[in-house]
């Protein structure tokens, strides 16, 4: 219990001891607290540093009471917060007011141990570090989530199998360069779960990954995460929205190619990239609101591979992608040796477009850097024989 009791002048007990009172001292306190209580408020209705009591008042009190009535005005005004100056008064051991304090504290102290209350109601430990943090803003910040939603990036790269395992190595490797692993956790998100599970309120960012069809159930699952002001990243997925529709080019499928792509601040990055041989178009009739992260081929088509895409009115938003980011140049799925050093040459500024687009959708990028091994000296206590 002693460190379950705080005092309002911020002081901590060391040790609570119980006492035992019969009820007969007990009534006795509670009736020279009641007289007490009374006597002051006829004395002084209206406590105030700068009321002065009526003369008839002071005709009925001595000259020896008037000290006493003062100080008890004063102590009125500070505990209705009427007052910005604190006044201390030194108490002895015999004050009948403190000893009346003294025995309701341990009473209560003593019923709260009986009820074996679990929790206090009120973490004061967490408001005492948001106001350090407040007052010392450079002090360094783990937890850099202010959603109040759990550090979690979903994964969901298809049905189960041995090939959407590898998907979800590959994106959560280059996820985990991007972002710092000690502040965002990665799960993979199979369908059984994504479709019984509550993880629309526990979820930072969803990563759809995977061009197999999404069944209508769970379709309505993700576009209701969107709508509560979810973020979603498609990478090379069938998954889209809001009159965009994805079409097949077979010729690009598999392919390096030149990508533009224009940053949130117009600036624009060109690099080279695996294309998934898809391109996003837009429906007939659409007039689409669109972000400022766009990407398009370098081609005669200008074929759109990556947009920014709002959704709702609490902030929802995807960004939807048909190039693997997510995939190195040593992949795979990368044919020859030319494609091979055309991605490797670009692999840094991928990283940099991955990461723009992270930052967008609300997550930090800012990896803590590991402090560098320094030499440990050991000191034994006697003269060793070498």
């Known amino acids: 219990m002693e460190d379950r009791l705080q005092m309002d002048n911020g002081l901590v007990p060391q040790k609570i001891v119980s006492v035992h009172l019969q009820d007969s001292t007990l009534k006795e306190l509670k009736d020279q607290a009641s007289n007490k209580q009374a006597q002051i408020l006829q004395l002084n209705p209206e406590p105030s540093l700068e009321n002065k009591p009526e003369p008839d008042i002071m005709e009925h009190i001595g000259k020896e009471e008037e000290p ?80 109040g939603k759990a550090p979690n990036i979903l994964l969901y790269v298809g049905s189960d199998s041995q090939a959407a395992l590898g998907r979800f190595q590959q994106v959560q490797s280059a996820l985990g360069d991007c972002v710092d692993t000690d502040s965002y956790i990665l799960y993979h998100l199979l369908e059984e779960s994504a479709l019984r599970d509550p993880w629309l309120d526990n979820c930072l960012l969803l990563v759809i990954a995977t061009m197999e069809s999404i069944s209508e159930d769970l379709y309505q699952k993700f576009m209701a995460y969107l709508a509560q002001g979810g973020k979603v990243l498609g990478l090379s997925s069938s998954f889209v929205f809001g009159g965009f529709q994805v079409t097949s080019k077979g010729t690009l499928q598999k392919t390096v190619q030149s990508l533009v792509f224009s940053k949130a601040n117009q600036s624009e990055v060109k690099f080279s990239v695996l294309s998934s041989g898809c391109i996003y178009e837009e429906g007939p009739g659409e007039q689409l609101s669109l972000g400022k992260l766009q990407g398009h081929l370098e081609n005669e088509d200008k074929d759109r591979m990556i947009v920014q895409m709002p959704f709702g009115t609490r902030g929802g938003e995807a960004v939807l992608c048909q190039v693997h980011l997510e995939l190195p140049p040593s992949s795979v799925m990368v044919q020859t040796e030319e494609d091979f050093n055309l991605l490797k040459s670009s692999n840094i500024r991928r990283y940099e477009v991955l990461k723009e687009i992270l930052t967008t959708l609300g997550l930090s990028c800012d990896i803590k850097q590991v402090p560098a091994l320094t030499p440990l000296y050991l000191l034994p206590a006697a003269e060793a024989n070498l």
């Open 68 to 147: 006493k009535q003062r100080r008890g005005s004063a102590a009125g005004e500070s505990d209705r917060g009427g007052g910005s100056i604190e006044h201390f008064h030194l108490h002895l051991s015999s004050c009948h007011e403190c000893l009346e304090l003294e025995n309701s504290t341990i009473e209560s102290v003593k019923f709260a141990s009986a009820e074996n209350i679990p929790d206090l109601p009120y973490d004061y430990s967490s408001s005492l570090e948001s106001a350090a943090d407040e007052i010392f803003p450079e002090k360094e910040e783990r937890r850099i989530n202010i959603t």
